[in-house]
């Protein structure tokens, strides 16, 4: 991305300094249940976005989904927290592309075997995304009862393919 050349007394339009930036975009859930069973993985429905420029990359109508609007490699980020009501149990998390049931080669979920509360495991990696392809972060659990997480996750276009 180049450097924008201004001159004294340029304005510069919020719209021209976006363009200037790659695609990205955050999103969270403050509470999330997710059912309990040895393979019972659920996508997180997502609630709130805290940063992007870019509008098609999230939505109510896909609030699973983070969108890539163009192709390219993309940088996952994220983290899920988990409550002490895990106990001594396992708890898991997978990043998905486009539908697919198995995760996501080169994006790494941190396991979490336990909490005391509020224990955090990140995601990251990265994941090549054509036009409209989308990933997703689906959760799972071995507790024994519903628990409710939290959990943020981004993408941000690292690299045009």
Do not use: C
């Amino acid at each position: 991305m180049p450097d924008p050349i201004v001159y004294a007394g340029q304005t510069v339009k919020a719209s021209t300094v976006n363009d200037l930036v790659a695609p990205h975009v955050q999103v969270s859930v403050g509470a999330f249940a997710v059912p309990s069973g040895a393979s019972t993985y659920t996508a997180v429905i997502f609630n709130t976005l805290l940063s992007g420029n870019t509008v098609s990359m999230w939505g109510a109508g896909s609030p699973t989904r983070l969108v890539a609007p163009t192709a390219g490699i993309y940088l996952v980020h994220g983290g899920i927290t988990w409550p002490a009501s895990l106990g001594a149990a396992d708890a898991r998390g997978e990043v998905r592309a486009n539908g697919s049931a198995s995760p996501s080669p080169g994006i790494r979920v941190g396991t979490q075997r336990g909490s005391a509360g509020n224990m955090q495991v990140a995601a990251i990696g990265t994941v090549v995304l054509a036009a409209g392809g989308y990933i997703e972060l689906y959760l799972n659990t071995q507790s024994g009862s519903v628990i409710t997480s939290t959990a943020t996750l981004g993408i941000t276009r690292v690299s045009l393919t």
